[in-house]
């Protein structure tokens, strides 16, 4: 298990960009594939973007392929999620996740953080 806490998140205008952290501690923690996972209010939680251990993979949903770019440094035990062009759609609270393995499934995702929330207004 990775220890995560999530940051960056806020009140941003529609078209704006936002940028998420999420710091992990604990073991093995650059053996973890770290996502982004979303909950809007009334909604199941999502799947958003994820990157593999060594940074060489990476998904991202259909919903924010092409204005997310996930990226970790292993040295800062440190993930990002820039989000650029938000729409209100986007609003949502933001959960940063681990998995033993590669996949955007949550149900493989055993470390969960807080979740920070992301507020976009139109």
């Known amino acids: 298990q990775v220890t995560l806490i999530e940051s960056g998140g806020g009140l941003v205008q529609a078209g704006g960009s936002l940028r998420l952290s999420c710091l992990v501690s604990g073991s093995a923690s650059d053996d973890y594939t770290l996502a982004w996972f979303r909950q809007a209010p009334g909604l199941e939680r999502e799947f958003v973007s994820a990157?593999?251990?060594?940074?060489?993979?990476?998904f991202y949903a259909l919903s924010v392929k092409g204005r997310a770019t996930i990226s970790r440094d292993n040295a800062k035990n440190a993930m990002y999620l820039q989000v650029n062009s938000l729409k209100s759609e986007d609003t949502a609270v933001y959960y940063c996740a681990g998995s033993r393995t590669i996949t955007d499934s949550i149900g493989l995702y055993s470390s969960w953080g807080q979740g920070t929330q992301v507020t976009v207004s139109s």
């Open positions: 990157i593999s251990g060594s940074g060489g993979t990476t």
